[in-house]
């Protein structure tokens, strides 16, 4: 008997439209060559049912999934994210050595003119600046913690000597 896409889930659920088809196409056309080498209905259905149902799962394996399509987007999204606040974070660096370098000038700077009295606090700013430019020149990440504190700490020093 010739099937349709209609008699496709009584052999093989959960097959895609375009995977039925092909069911239905394999499975009639190896019903056909098999009655017409002499097979009867009962011996060739069987095999055609067989060999439809293969012919299917392969199309199937072989289909894309969109799952997987949505997840590998998601994906590129979320590394372009990720790439984006890197950038971000970079920028924020750099902008944050220049100033610290401007500082350092600075602080330099009032140290050729500064008293002797505050001659300790500024070469503590001085060398705490020169060790977070240091740390944070050719680095490629955020800076740490630590290291914002570090700045922290000689921004209020600089504001103690002023």
């Not at 372009?80 to 924020?92: D, S, T, Y």
Request: charged share 30%; with cysteine.
């Amino acid at each position: 008997m010739p099937w349709t896409t209609k008699d496709v889930d009584e052999h093989k659920k959960g097959l895609s439209p375009a995977a039925k088809r092909i069911w239905v196409a394999t499975a009639n056309s190896v019903l056909a060559r098999c009655l017409k080498q002499g097979g009867t209905d009962e011996s060739c259905s069987p095999r055609a049912i067989k060999i439809a149902n293969n012919a299917a799962s392969k199309v199937e394996e072989s289909a894309p999934q969109p799952a997987a399509e949505n997840k590998q987007q998601g994906n590129v999204g979320q590394i372009r994210g990720l790439a984006e606040a890197k950038n971000k974070l970079v920028q924020q660096e750099k902008a944050m050595i220049e100033r610290a370098k401007s500082t350092l000038a600075a602080l330099e700077e009032a140290g050729r003119t500064i008293s002797g009295t505050n001659e300790k606090k500024l070469r503590a700013a001085v060398s705490q600046i020169q060790e977070i430019l240091t740390a944070l020149e050719g680095k490629d990440a955020a800076v740490t913690e630590a290291q914002g504190v570090a700045v922290e700490e000689a921004n209020k020093l600089l504001e103690e000597i002023k």
